[in-house]
T-cell receptor
């Protein structure tokens, strides 16, 4: 089955600096890669996603890049703010019509933005 | 509109007790998923429903775990004879369904199960 590795497990940055989280996946059939933000005691919330036919996607201060050949994808947060402090999870999904679309998650990155 | 809701939010059980966890998906969402999230880890897939049909239960850790969605809306995850290793947050998620292509899974707040 699919396996997703995520690094680093913790990341401390100064407010205003950039944060980068990297993930690798094992199954080349994976075709959808969402990123979730989970604050302490709260539900995971989608912040950005990318499909396998796209190499890069940006939404304000957040961007995701995908390298299908190397089977890795990354999350970039620029101009970090204290409210960006949370645990971030990458995930991969093999979308097969009618066969389900379960997410395989990475282990998470705890991001701390220091004011 | 209302998001995915789960109840109870917290459950403490003595080892050996049975528990039932409820999920109310977003209205109209065809697909429903259950995930287990151990402390400090990412969610792990348990099972998937499309309407009332359970299409994938490959992630259920043992035959003590059972899930149902009899009318294609509300779902219940039941754990029989709970063990300490069952302690985790159980997350439910729903999505529009495969006919809409790959689409976002919306998560509920989870039920934190503690087995003593």
């Amino acid at each position: 089955g699919e396996n997703v590795e995520q690094h680093p497990s913790t990341l401390s940055v100064q407010e205003g600096d950039s944060a980068v989280i990297k993930c690798t996946y094992s199954d080349s059939a994976s075709n959808y890669f969402p990123w979730y933000k989970q604050e302490l005691g709260k539900r995971p919330q989608l912040i950005i996603d990318i499909r396998s036919n796209v190499g890069e996607k940006k939404d304000q201060r957040i961007a995701v890049t995908l390298n299908k050949t190397a089977k890795h994808f990354s999350l970039h947060i620029t101009e970090t703010q204290p409210e960006d402090s949370a645990v971030y999870f990458c995930a991969a999904l093999i979308w097969i019509k009618a066969a389900g679309n379960k997410l395989t998650f990475g282990g998470g990155t705890r991001v701390l933005v220091k004011p | 509109g209302a998001g995915v809701s789960q109840s109870p939010r917290y459950k403490v059980a003595k080892r050996g007790q049975d528990v039932a966890l409820r999920c109310d998906p977003i209205s109209g969402h065809v697909s429903l998923f259950w995930y287990q999230q151990a402390l400090g880890q990412g969610p792990e897939f348990l099972t998937y429903f499309q309407n009332e049909a359970q299409l994938d239960k490959s992630g259920l850790p043992s035959d003590r775990f059972f899930a149902e969605r009899p009318e294609g809306s509300v779902s219940t995850l039941k754990i029989q004879r709970t063990q300490q290793e069952d302690s985790a947050v159980y997350l439910c998620a729903s999505s529009l369904g495969y006919t809409k292509g790959v689409n976002e899974q919306f998560f509920g707040p989870g039920t934190r199960l503690t087995v003593l």
